[in-house]
């Protein structure tokens, strides 16, 4: 049988593009501005040869994260899925769940990430922010420069996270480690062994707040699992690993992509220390264009779907393109260039629909404290390295800074 697609026929067994490649990691928006222009949705190959469908109109994007007929369940997949997959004991999350199981989940998290709930964490944000800040500035004061990735962007989302779920400060960085290496493997040993490790730490932590429950997210879940049988072991653990890993990873990438974005558009950057008002606009302006995400977790269609004129039939996996819509030009006018002063913020970055991010609301807050903290403190703050030469991460699920190093010498 063949079906046709932007790219031209479509023949069962034809080797697929492979549009996640070398030239994707040198510079992915232009990747992507091909294949829209040939059209929005795409039969392609991941690096690991798994064929998927790649969603990249602004409009298809939107209509497909709320599309009921997407399922986020592995079970609706029949080819098999071969992706990014995790033992069972942390994968009954959220974003592997349909209804009704998720709305039962969710909503025994979600009163924790409340905009009320969120505020009243503003005060002790700020003093996480404002400790990391001391350290950045006294490794700036030794040695003449610091990375804002180690030293800031990476452990503040993770201590932030880390109290309200309950995880030992000491256990913080071990945790960090294990994630970069399981979202970006240098090969499969490595994503094994980090996985092992996380569902140990996860299973472990589990084990001690049971024994002695303290004020935290953690042990409210485990009181939920043990007093009112409303989660099993798995979701519990899940449920934690998902929390951890959501809030801690992207909070992270944000910033640092953000804070490079801010530095190197030196005309928008004044104006935002003069006009302290306009970082509501900044911040989901930089959450449009320097968002780290590059597509959501893989859907499964339930039954054949269209979108863009191509039918996608029942079980092929779907990945929504985030980074794509949010520089469709039918969408954004001069969708590359950075504008705080855009007339349209809206964007998908944080998605839509029944999985919209959990933690929102936080994730604004860490993002506006970080950045106005750091422009506040770092009066002649730049990057001392040529903006073109620092290293970056990019897969085709996300695109981040690996290093920031940050001066405020002359
Ligand atoms: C700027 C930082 C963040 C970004 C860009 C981001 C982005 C996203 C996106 C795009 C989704 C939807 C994925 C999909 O539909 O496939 C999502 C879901 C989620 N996010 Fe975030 N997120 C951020 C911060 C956080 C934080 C701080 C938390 C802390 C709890 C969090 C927890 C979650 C959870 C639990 C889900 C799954 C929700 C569900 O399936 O019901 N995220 N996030």
Known sequence: MTRHTP???????APLPRPFDEAFASDPHAVYRRLREKGSVHRVALPDGSPVWLVTHEADVREGLADPRLSVDKRHSTTGYTGFSLPSALDRNLLNIDPDDHRRLRRLVSHGFTPRRVEQ???????????LLSDVARAMDARGEADAVAAFATPLPLRVIGSLLGVPHVDQDRFSGWVTAMLAPRGHAELVDAIGRIHRFLV?????????????????LIAARDEGDRLTEDELVSLAFLILLAGSENVQH??????????????????????????PAAVEELLRHAQPIQTTIRRFATEPVEFGGVV????DTVLLCLASAHRDPARY????????????????ALGQGMHYCLG???????????????????PGLRTARPADELPWTTT?????????????AP
């Open 121 to 131: 964490l503003r005060g002790s944000v700020q003093d996480i922010v404002d400790g």
């Open 204 to 220: 472990d932590l589990v084990a001690d707040r049971r024994a002695a429950p303290g004020d935290d997210m953690l042990s409210d």
């Open 312 to 315: 996608i039939p029942a079980g």
């Open 333 to 348: 006018p001069e969708p590359d260039r950075f504008d705080i002063h855009r007339a349209d913020t809206a964007h998908l």
């Open 360 to 378: 929102a609301p936080l994730a604004r807050l860490q993002i506006t404290l970080a950045l106005r903290t750091v422009l506040d403190r770092f």
């Open 7 to 13: 790219d031209g026929p479509l023949t069962d067994g």
């Open 396 to 408: 085709f699920r996300f695109h981040a800074l690996r290093e920031l190093p940050l001066t405020t």
């Open 254 to 279: 944000v910033i640092a992509n953000g804070l490079l974005t801010l530095l190197t558009h030196p005309g928008q950057l004044a104006e935002l220390r003069e006009r302290p008002a306009l970082f």
